[in-house]
Each structure stands twice: as C-alpha cells, then as structure tokens.
C-alpha cells in the first residue's frame, strides 16, 4: 500500500486528530490512543488513519533520533496491529516493518544500551473561549518538552510527571494573572513543568527547588530544552525575569534565613503532601515563606480574565476558598469568602501558597492539615469555584477530578 494514496486531507490542526497526535507526543497508553484513532476513523482504524499515524508520529519520531521511545513505540504498534488485524482491517507494510524493526533492535525493554528516561511533550491546548488569556499563544498551543522517567518509583520520583503538575500547570495557564509579574518559588519541582509554565505567563521570577541532585539536573535540562536559561544555586534571590533559577533545597535542612531570602510573592507545589516523615519540614518551609509581609502597589485592583466559563465566579486576579478544612475533625467546612477580593485587601498582601494534590491517604492528609493549624496557616480548597481550563483533553489517563487545589496564608 502507498501511504500518500491512503491519506485523506486531513486538518492536523484540528480535533480530533489534534487530540491524537498530542496524545502520542505525551505517550499516552495505548489504549487511549487506540480510541483516539477509532474516533478519527469513525470507528476503524482504516488505512487513512494508518497513514496520518505513521506520517506525523512513527516516522518523526524515528528521524527524530526518538530510539529513546522504542519501548513505547513497540507497545502501542503491537496494540495498533492487533486491534486492526481484529477489526479484519488492512495493516500498512510500514507498521509491520516498523515493528519488526523494533523487535530485532529491543533487548527487553530498552534499546540499544538502555535508558529509562524518556522525551514527553506535553502539548496544552487552548479551546476557543481562551483566546483573550495572556497565556494563550497564537497557535492556540503550547508544547513543554520534558525528558522524564516512566519509573515513578525506586528512586526516580522526582523526574517523573505527576498528576497534580499537570493541574498546577493548567491553572497557571488558566489564572495567568495572578502569577504574571509576582516573584515564585516551587518547592519539590520534579522535572520543571510548572516553572515553564510560570516563565510563559512572565513571573517577575521562578525559582524552582528539590531535595533531590539528581532531579534538579533533569529539572535543568528540561528547562533548557524549553529554551530557559538557568541559574544554578545562587543563595539569594535576586528577581531576574529572564531566568529561571534552579535550587538544591531540602526542606528538612533549608534554614530560616535562607528561605527569608528568597521572599517570593507565591509559592506553589504539586504533589508534595504525601510522605509524613517529611511533612514537617514542609510546613515549616511553607511557614517561613509565608510568613514575610508583602505590599503590592502596582496589583491592588482586582482584573477579570474576560473568559468565563463558570458563571459562579469571576476569573479573578485573586482566586477565594469555597471550603476550609477543619484540620481538628479532618473534614472540609463551608467557606462563605466572596469570590472577588475587597480592593483595599488586596492593597497590603502577604504571600500565597498554591498547593495542588491528589488525596491518596487522608490520613496523611490530616496529619498535614493539623501541622498547618499549628503553624497558623489557613488552608483552603479553592477547586470548585477556581476551576482551571481543560487543557489536556487528549490525556485521558490524567484524572483531574481527583485533584483537588488548596490556597495557603499566614494567618
Ligand atoms: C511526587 S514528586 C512531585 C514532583 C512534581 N512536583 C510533580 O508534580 O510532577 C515529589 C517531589 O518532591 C521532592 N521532595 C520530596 N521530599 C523532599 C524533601 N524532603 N525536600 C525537598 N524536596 C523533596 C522530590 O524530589 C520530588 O521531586
């Protein structure tokens, strides 16, 4: 078969086959992109659908210098083949030629030497109703490159891609305005994702941080990838727009002057809250960033977004709770706090924390919630009614309803 003769026009551009090339860029299961093509081919996977995989995916990534994939790639053609082959579908001599290439060069489950890190592209994609938001491109798309670990265990937890950066990352994206020109500093910053996205919304500054060396140079190297220049452990934090600044910072040795000196204006962390032997330290980092007084004289009135797909709250410049947490009894209370901030609040603000999280143990979420209340911090869920956009609609495997977005203050 000729590819060229099976390829239908096609708008690449477009869902859903927008949705199934991001879907492969940012290897998704194959499952999810086997449905993803079945929707692109009504149903089968007929010989068009064949030709526009092997087209803008196999074949760019094998020029890409994309052995690293090779694993994935062996997966999801062995899945691709068997789904068309049971449909009684016609396979392109290409798939086939392809997959018995991958089959000859993959020793186990690595090729050609071994490596169990990956390159996933992660591409966010802005719907319509986005188009007034600072951060949405021209192209409606923004593509972060990340080499990342598949392995999120023994080790590597720090260089794999967690659920609640993606969250993080869309409500950056989704809220550009509270975080552009406001001084940030992650705390446990895995492979970089949410400081690339907090540079394309223009923070004054980023500092990302982890205790980890080996994630930090993963950290750099994606940031770099994303044509972000680094700086590497300076001790204070001078605000520097252009760069983004890469610190070794564990939370259990961080010193209290040390964290005063980097006095952001918001602090934010993905997937941090699950390890109770180190929980507090982090709040005592938490506690120390957010207890230094800040003026803002240049944010004290409160901008809307112009988008507004949720009707019950204006996408604000400061974004309230509809619940807190009663950390005493371990269950979430009714928060009466407007969606909109007083102006004058707004005028004299200390610093912000934005945490997002998946609850997987309550226990050791409890256990957080009663270090915050000890330390005078007021957490808040701020998920329902600060809702961001979906801007992964193609990863199916993320699971953003079980996220959940909490604002912390210094009481
Ligand atoms: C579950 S991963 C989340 C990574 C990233 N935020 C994400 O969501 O993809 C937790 C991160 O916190 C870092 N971390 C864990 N314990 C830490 C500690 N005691 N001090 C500093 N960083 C720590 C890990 O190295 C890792 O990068």
Request: one cysteine or more; charged letters at 20%; glycine letters at 6%.
């Amino acid at each position: 078969m000729d590819i060229q003769e099976n390829q239908q026009a096609v708008d690449i551009s477009k869902p859903p086959y927008l949705h199934l090339i991001s879907a492969f860029l940012a290897m998704e299961p194959p499952d999810v992109l086997i449905s993803l093509a079945r929707k692109c081919g009504g149903g089968l996977i007929g010989e068009s659908i064949q030709g526009f995989i092997w087209n803008n995916y196999i074949n760019t990534t094998v020029g890409d210098g994309g052995c690293q994939q090779g694993p994935y790639l062996k997966r999801v053609l062995k899945k691709l083949i068997g789904e068309i082959e049971s449909d009684g579908g016609v396979v392109l001599d290409e798939l086939y030629e392809h997959y018995a290439f991958i089959m000859t060069n993959l020793k186990g489950d690595n090729f050609s030497g071994g490596n169990s890190r990956v390159l996933k592209r992660i591409s966010f994609l802005f719907p319509d109703e986005c188009c007034e938001l600072s951060s949405c491109p021209k192209s409606k798309k923004l593509e972060v490159s990340l080499h990342c670990s598949v392995n999120m265990l023994e080790g590597d937890t720090g260089c794999s891609i967690w659920p609640s950066s993606l969250f993080l990352s869309e409500f950056i994206l989704s809220f550009p305005n509270i975080f552009s020109n406001r001084s940030c500093f992650e705390v446990g910053s895995g492979v970089g994702l949410v400081g690339i996205c907090l540079a394309h919304v223009k923070a004054s500054a980023v500092v990302l941080s982890d205790g980890d060396l080996s994630t930090l140079s993963n950290m750099r190297l994606n940031l770099e990838s994303n044509l972000l220049s680094t700086r590497i452990d300076v001790p204070e934090c001078k605000k520097d727009a252009s760069t983004v600044q890469c610190v070794h910072l564990p939370w259990e040795s961080a010193t209290e002057i040390e964290l005063q000196n980097f006095a952001p204006d918001i602090i934010v962390g993905a997937d941090v809250i699950y390890d109770p032997l180190y929980l507090p330290h982090l709040v005592r980092v938490l506690t120390v960033l957010l207890k230094r007084g800040t003026s803002f004289p240049n944010h004290g009135s409160v901008r809307s977004e112009g988008c507004q797909p949720d009707s019950k709250c204006i996408r604000s410049e400061v974004q309230h709770a509809d619940f807190e947490f009663d950390s005493s009894k371990g269950k979430a209370e009714s928060c009466s706090a407007p969606c909109v901030e007083d102006k004058d609040d707004a005028l004299e603000r200390r610093p912000v924390a934005y945490i997002a999280s998946v609850i997987r143990n309550i226990e050791t979420f409890n256990y957080f919630l009663e270090l915050t209340k000890e330390a005078n911090l007021t957490v808040a869920d701020i998920t329902e009614n600060s809702k961001p956009f979906d801007l992964l609609p193609y990863a199916k495997s993320y699971q953003r309803s079980t996220i959940r977005i909490f604002s912390i203050s210094y009481n």
